[in-house]
């Protein structure tokens, strides 16, 4: 048996979970961007908009600036997540090898 806790697949990379979280920041923030667009169209069309009830209250009080907002700051909360997970496991390792 090893003293390693690192020993899982998926813990021998710690960055992997920044990678991950970077990406899916990166993706709400996108989805955001195209929100955006899509109710900038809509405003300017006759069409029927259809949207999640916490959306639709977030657009009534903030516009659609607000709505991309609100998933861009979900975006960087996810992505910062994923960064400072990814620091504390390297300090982690660093602990378990300096013990060694």
Do not use: C
Not at 7 to 21: E, F, Y
Not at 31 to 41: E, P, V
Not at 49 to 75: E, P, Q, R
């Amino acid at each position: 048996m090893s003293d390693n806790m690192y020993t899982g697949k998926s813990s021998r990379n710690p960055n992997s979970s920044m990678i991950w979280s970077i990406l899916l920041g990166v993706g709400f923030i996108a989805f955001g961007i195209y929100l955006y667009f899509d109710l900038a169209a809509w405003e300017n069309s006759n069409e029927e908009m259809h949207l999640n009830s916490i959306l639709w209250g977030i657009y009534d009080i903030a516009g659609k600036i607000g709505v991309a907002g609100f998933f861009s700051i979900i975006g960087l909360g996810v992505a910062g997540a994923g960064i400072k997970k990814s620091i504390d496991l390297k300090k982690l390792q660093q602990k378990t090898q300096n013990k060694q």
